[in-house]
């Protein structure tokens, strides 16, 4: 396995790596580190967001900065905003070891004139977005006609936003015998054209297949109505308890709208997109990133440079027009080496967009439903049962236990847990208990809807129970690698892996169940019972009575069939209706962001 000292950086650039814990370089790094060491040349680098490509360029760029010069000598583009000032402090953490290194972050929404003075100081290297970068030159404020390195980072990205003429005049007041390193995560017409006319032979590497998503994501889809994609949207929330994520909108009014929808229904969210101030677009994107916002909905726009860690899900509550939008969108999750989702909600008339993208981008979709109201029921009851078991004991209630015992007197233990779970699940329950079926009529496997009375079914596919999840180090691969090679099953045999925070479901077809069960019957890792059960909708039609905490089985729930529409608790309301005909009032600080979730809707303490 390669490492950081064995692509020929010097030692102290070694030492700003070791301080920054990295320890094997990304794929996208090793193949464009010793390259651009190598020698002076033109590069383009196809790699996805989130691979590295930041530090697979500027650790080259500074080992090769001439430090002893004012002189501006290395310039790199980046479409936002948010990234430019991302790459801008990455870099000053690579050469903290380094002497009279400056780097300098030229964007708008900022002062010019202090920019300007920056950069007079002596500014070796400057990281700019296109727009503020032509107005300082048109003004004279910086001089690039001497830079050795021009670096465009996110190029489909920047020409996609339109700034092609931009970065053509930009490159045309540099020098001709510079090195050109270009990074993209897609190579469309636009890209080539500015690669043909400004750059000499480059050299190119490729990670991954060439337009390619990045193997680290899933992707779904789910066939809904067009008037039910905000109920849908909702449901997806409620079954990711854990959910932190980037809804996408095609118009800046969806955005708005679909984020008000979800603060007004106690969701945290927040919309993002081009109407909103800078300072506006600062408050949200400083609480995205402290997660006090759980749903971000934006514009591809606004969004472009987004570089959050952790991101779990994109939703893409409606499809873009272009195929290379969606990679950049999917790249927002399974960044690092992390896995992700990636979500498009489509009617059915949109299906053949899902084929499209997976000809282009070499992945398949999955097909899935959304859940019923009662299998999302499921899911935050298992949700809450694990949050109470794992919430750690305040020592400051010891004061009142006396007077608490005095009132649960003479209640048995088994009832006294039956009341505390009902007491926050009820709301859930009501909520959802009959509310309608979303999926879009004439899909398949219509039978893992349905209650098979204990029995274990012996066709289709069959949904499972695994009391295993997020903290115990899985997500959606790693368990489905563990599942597949502990049952010793094929390569597609287990599909639909929904890893939560405490436990996961997931899917085999039929003809393996027995297979599956058997395997898990009394089987332990590290001295801890794994379960697996085949997991039961007490939604349609007899019920588990046996229930046991951390054994699988579903306790609560209640009959009735999936009828109905999404409800207000509070009222039992019809609110769809209303919302999908496009109005909505503006609560939470005008969609931009909430800070508490609102109980008076329903209950949303579980996710």
Same mark, same amino acid.
Request: with cysteine; charged share 30%; proline share 3%.
């Given at each position: ?13 070694? *030492?700003?790596? +070791? ?47 001439? /430090?002893? !010069?004012?002189? +501006?000598?290395?310039?790199?583009? !980046? ?29 708008? =929404? ?27 030159? !048109?003004? =004279? ?18 020409? $996609? ?7 053509? *005049? ?21 890209? !080539? ?17 060439? $337009? ?55 969701? @945290?969210?927040?919309?993002?997109? =081009? ?28 969004? &472009? ?66 859940? +019923? ?12 049962? @694990? ?6 004991? $305040?020592?400051? #209630? ?8 005095? #009132?649960?007197?003479?209640?048995? &233990? ?7 779970? /009902? ?26 809807? &349905? ?60 003809? #393996? ?20 059960? #085949?997991?039961? $909708? ?5 019920? @588990? ?21 999404? &409800?207000?608790?509070? =009222? ?36």
């Amino acid at each position: 396995m390669t490492k950081f000292n064995e692509l020929g950086l010097k030692q102290s650039l070694l *030492d700003a790596v +070791t301080d920054l814990g990295f320890e094997t370089p990304s794929e996208v790094q090793e193949k464009a580190i010793p390259i651009l060491l190598e020698g002076e040349t033109d590069l383009v680098a196809l790699a996805q967001t989130g691979t590295g490509k930041t530090a697979a360029f500027g650790f080259p760029l500074i080992q090769k900065i001439d /430090s002893d !010069s004012r002189t +501006t000598q290395g310039l790199i583009l !980046s479409p936002t905003r948010e990234l430019c000032l991302q790459i801008t402090n990455e870099l000053k953490l690579y050469s903290k070891y380094e002497k009279n290194i400056n780097v300098v972050a030229i964007y708008g =929404g900022a002062s010019i004139t202090d920019q300007a003075r920056q950069i007079k100081r002596g500014a070796q290297i400057i990281v700019a977005t296109p727009g503020r970068m032509k107005d300082m030159i !048109s003004r =004279g404020l910086v001089n690039i006609t001497k830079i050795d390195y021009c670096i465009l980072d996110e190029a489909d990205e920047m020409l $996609n936003m339109g700034f092609f003429e931009d970065i053509k *005049d930009i490159l045309s007041n540099t020098p001709d015998e510079k090195s050109t390193w270009l990074f993209s995560a897609t190579m469309p017409k636009e890209v !080539s054209i500015i690669a043909k006319k400004f750059m000499h032979s480059p050299k190119e590497i490729t990670v991954g297949a060439k $337009n390619s998503g990045a193997s680290t994501v899933q992707h779904e889809y789910y066939q809904v109505s067009g008037r039910d994609r905000y109920p849908a949207l909702k449901r997806l929330a409620d079954t990711n308890p854990g959910i932190f994520s980037v809804v996408f909108c095609r118009t800046k009014r969806d955005t708005q709208r679909v984020a008000e929808m979800l603060i007004e229904d106690g969701y @945290n969210a927040g919309a993002l997109h =081009g109407d909103l101030s800078q300072n506006q677009r600062d408050l949200v994107m400083n609480s995205f990133r402290k997660k006090q916002i759980q749903m971000l909905v934006a514009t591809d726009v606004a969004a &472009r440079g987004i570089d959050v860690d952790n991101i779990t899900h994109v939703i893409n509550y409606q499809l873009p027009d272009e195929i290379e939008t969606y990679t950049h969108r999917s790249g927002r999750t399974g960044r690092a080496g992390k896995s992700g989702i990636s979500i498009v909600l489509v009617t059915r008339s949109e299906t053949r967009k899902i084929r499209a993208i997976e000809n282009k981008i070499n992945q398949k979709f999955i097909l899935k439903t959304i859940p +019923t109201g009662m299998e999302i029921c499921e899911i935050q009851l298992y949700h809450l049962a @694990n949050k109470i078991k794992d919430a750690e004991i $305040n020592e400051e #209630v010891e004061n009142y236990l006396p007077a608490i015992n005095d #009132v649960f007197a003479g209640i048995e &233990r088994e009832d006294l847990i039956k009341k505390i779970i /009902s007491a926050e699940f009820t709301r859930f329950h009501d909520y959802y208990n009959k509310s309608k079926d979303l999926n879009s009529p004439d899909r398949g496997e219509r039978d893992e809807r &349905r209650e098979r009375g204990g029995e274990i079914p012996t066709s289709g596919s069959v949904r499972y129970f695994i009391n295993v999840g997020e903290k115990d180090d899985y997500d959606w691969m790693s368990l489905k690698d563990f599942i597949r090679d502990t049952a010793q099953l094929g390569q597609e045999d287990v599909f639909k892996v929904d890893v939560k925070e405490s436990f996961s479901f997931f899917n085999t077809d039929a003809s #393996v169940t027995q297979q599956v069960l058997s395997t898990f019957t009394e089987f332990k890792v590290d001295g801890r019972f794994v379960n697996v059960e #085949v997991s039961k $909708n007490p939604g349609g039609g007899r019920r @588990n009575s046996g229930g046991s905490s951390g054994g699988g089985r579903r306790t609560g729930g209640g009959g009735g069939r999936d009828r109905g529409r999404d &409800r207000d608790s509070s =009222g039992g309301r019809d609110r769809s209706k209303r919302r999908d005909s496009g109005s909505s009032s503006s609560q939470g600080g005008g969609g931009t962001f909430s800070g508490k979730r609102r109980t008076k809707k329903r209950n949303t303490d579980f996710f």
